[in-house]
């Protein structure tokens, strides 16, 4: 949820929001419609900014905090010592450093991810999400099913473990953490050594998701990168076969 009057602000948020997977369900420019929306809509994320109404957007920290969601300050000032005064301190991303805020965003998201094992923990609305969900990291049938309606463009990406003690629960947490920055058409297959992911209209999308996989260290070293796109005329099975001979890449990219 988005609380800012800033109609450019809410703008790249929703888009940036919607990048990273996550549902918007609802943005409100008054405190007092914040506070409302709040209790109605249950956010798992509220991302707030403290210059809508006069010392009025902390009862949005409050309705935020009273049903478990997290507050998320995105603004050009900050007050400490009102901040102070809540028992668990909102986070405060200074505007204009979006970036900033996405990593900070999707760091919220992992720890939430992992809090309730990839589960809501609240009640939904249920008129606002649009395509289907990300898969999730035991949802085999659901990548097969989308690699068999595959089409040309679309790319495949495989994250592949070096064999170490703990490598299932490493993959384990490898595919948590990128099922987190998965779009809503995304899929992913995770096994005890690697994590691939389908990504329609693949493209660009092998770059940003990698990119974005860099920024929050969600890879530990050592790791194997490998992706294809699906060739014109190709059958998306043997694309996959493809992908498993690829040539890696390096991890973590190098630089210069």
């Given at each position: 949820m988005v609380c800012d009057d800033d109609q450019l602000y809410t703008?790249?948020?929703?888009?940036?929001?919607?990048?990273?997977?996550?549902?918007?369900?609802?943005?409100?420019?008054?405190?007092?419609d914040g506070a409302a929306l709040v209790e109605t809509a249950r956010p798992d994320l509220v991302i707030l900014d403290l210059s809508m109404d006069f010392n009025s957007d902390f009862d949005i920290v409050a309705s935020a905090l009273a049903v478990g969601a997290t507050a998320l300050i995105f603004s050009q000032r900050a007050d400490d010592a009102l901040l102070s005064r809540y028992a668990i301190r909102p986070t405060v991303v200074y505007k204009p450093y979006l970036t900033e805020l996405e990593h900070v965003v999707t760091r919220v998201a992992m720890e939430q991810d992992r809090e309730v094992g990839g589960q809501d923990r609240r009640a939904r609305p249920a008129s606002i999400a649009t395509g289907a969900e990300p898969t999730s990291v035991a949802d085999a049938q659901a990548f097969y099913g989308s690699l068999n309606d595959a089409t040309s463009g679309d790319a495949l990406l495989s994250i592949e473990l070096p064999e170490t003690t703990g490598q299932a629960e490493e993959a384990s947490d490898v595919a948590m953490?990128?099922?987190?920055?998965?779009?809503?058409?995304?899929?992913?297959?995770?096994?005890?050594?690697?994590?691939?992911?389908?990504?329609?209209?693949?493209?660009?999308?092998?770059?940003?998701?990698?990119?974005?996989?860099?920024?929050?260290?969600?890879?530990?070293?050592?790791?194997?990168?490998?992706?294809?796109?699906?060739?014109?005329?190709?059958?998306?099975?043997?694309?996959?076969?493809?992908?498993?001979?690829?040539?890696?890449?390096?991890?973590?990219?190098?630089?210069?």
């Open positions: 703008g790249l948020i929703e888009r940036m929001l919607a990048d990273l997977g996550h549902q918007v369900v609802g943005i409100a420019s008054t405190a007092a953490r990128v099922r987190v920055l998965l779009r809503s058409a995304d899929r992913l297959l995770a096994s005890a050594t690697s994590v691939r992911v389908l990504l329609p209209n693949g493209g660009d999308g092998v770059a940003s998701l990698l990119a974005r996989l860099g920024d929050v260290g969600a890879l530990p070293g050592g790791v194997t990168v490998r992706a294809v796109t699906i060739d014109p005329d190709e059958l998306p099975n043997d694309a996959f076969e493809r992908l498993k001979a690829a040539e890696p890449s390096a991890w973590p990219p190098q630089v210069g």
